[in-house]
């Protein structure tokens, strides 16, 4: 089962906050799910492993910060989105965590935050969302092959990149801001094949790099401080960005749609569970 839940938060009091709340908020979902699921919240701690869940950080109307921090207005809409991707995490937020929130008071680095809705729904916010996988990929299935997706990036997303340990050059890892194809969708499959009911081909990370293309884009770049000194700065892209598949064949067409319309529950690149790569899928223009 997919989910995806907007939670509309209003501080009860003026406050400076952080200008990127990612790892805040990080920290308050675990302790929800422990709370509810002290197994469940372990399964999530499990090093190495693809992670099922996604938290964005704070997103406000607030001006663009100066400084690293922004000022909120006590009673200001602010709005944090989580999402899960395997079912008993998913069955843990609608079932548990969404009744507990409403009207709950949320801790946010050290600001409390009045919870107002709750959206588990496109009716109620347009990026909160349910489904089973089934339902996705019938929807995917129902929909033309694509020759094209786009995919808006809402918050800074990145790809972490380590070169071999036995390279001639170093093994030093970096981050790389740009939405190569092979980044994107192969992150997708492999979080796709941990976690959906029926795994898709490996090949489909080799199609990606040969036969997927980004055609246009409107990207720039941010960076996000952590705030643990210069290791914890990212560089990150955000905006829109197509990718054109070349390729005539429907079910390797269609297998990318489907990685498209994945990418809002799951996220794209790194540190996805601490506000990074925010992804929407754009409707083909008419």
Known sequence: MLAAIVLTLRPTVAATVPAFLGRAAHAWFLEQVRQADPRLAQRLHTPNVPRPFTVSPLWSSSPRPH?????VAAGQACHLRVTGVETDLSRCLLDDLVPRWACATVHLAGVPFHVGEVATSAARHPQAAHLSYEALIEGAEGAPPPDTVTLRFLTPTTFRRSPPPDGPFG???????FPLPVL???GLLRLWNAFGPQPLPEELRAFARDCVVVS???LRTERVDFGSGRRGRVGGFVGLCRFAIRFKDVAWRWRIGLLAAFAPFAGVGWRTTMGLGQARLEEPAS
Request: aromatic share 16%.
């Open 184 to 186: 994107v969708f192969g």
């Open 216 to 218: 246009r884009y409107r």
């Open 171 to 177: 093994d030093h890892s970096y981050d790389l801001p």
């Open 67 to 71: 400084g690293g921090s922004v000022r």
